[in-house]
């Protein structure tokens, strides 16, 4: 199993510039969440889902949209890019229940110019 | 969602144990108490997790004080390659997908 894959890896925007971030998972997991990590400091949760079709704001949606067609993939969307959304995004998933761990993807580190 | 707090940063010696706490003054009866860590920016990597009981894995233990009003994480011999942020968080997975993560502990395990 691949776990949770993120792409791209690195991506430079311009200021306004639109774009797309994915993810997938390959463990059928129910929950996925989005969260991004400014330099020096912790996670914080912008977007989750708890199913297909089924997605809520976190602390800090601004910005940001999302959609959950599939269970496989949750994209997270840039509507107009902004110098601070200079961040790295990470995706998780898991299982649905009380007593499960959450998996990470790997990360992408965006630049916002 | 409840709170956690955790000292900013933490040195331990190289094969000594690595006493990490999380303070949850505020939980409630069915929130789990996780640990998580991030190395070098990687994405988080899940440790360990309790309700009640103390828990133990091939990675590390978790103490929950009786009154599950704080917890300690053990490394029980700490190596070079346990530096990390550590975090702690409360996870009432009943209320669906959220995680929420406070700012965690910088653990700098030192020869």
């Known amino acids: 199993n691949a776990g949770v894959t993120q792409t791209p890896k690195f991506q430079v925007l311009k200021t306004g510039q639109s774009m797309t971030l994915q993810c997938a998972q390959d463990?059928?997991?129910?929950?996925m969440s989005w969260y991004r990590q400014d330099p020096g400091m912790g996670l914080r949760l912008i977007h989750y889902s708890v199913g297909a079709g089924i997605t809520d704001q976190g602390e800090v949606p601004n910005g940001y949209n999302v959609s959950r067609s599939t269970t496989e993939d949750f994209p997270l969307r840039l509507l107009s890019a902004a110098p601070s959304q200079t961040s790295v995004y990470f995706c998780?998933?898991?299982?649905?229940?009380?007593?499960?761990?959450?998996?990470f993807g790997q990360g992408t580190r965006l630049t916002v110019v | 969602d409840a709170k956690t707090t955790q000292p900013t940063s933490m040195d331990c010696a190289e094969g000594r144990a690595a006493n990490l706490p999380c303070n949850h003054s505020?939980?409630?009866?069915?929130?789990?108490v996780y640990w998580y860590r991030q190395i070098h920016s990687q994405g988080p990597q899940y440790i360990i997790h309790?309700?009640?009981n103390n828990e133990t894995n091939e990675m590390a233990s978790l103490i929950i004080t009786e009154d599950r009003k704080s917890s300690t994480l053990i490394l029980p011999h700490a190596t070079l390659r346990d530096t990390a942020v550590y975090y702690c968080h409360l996870g009432d997975y009943n209320q669906g997908g959220k995680l929420i993560f406070g700012q965690g502990t910088e653990l700098s395990v030192k020869p």
């Open positions: 309790g309700l009640k």
């Open positions: 505020t939980i409630s009866g069915n929130e789990y």
């Open positions: 998780a998933s898991r299982e649905g229940g009380i007593n499960t761990e959450a998996f």
């Open positions: 463990m059928n997991h129910e929950y």
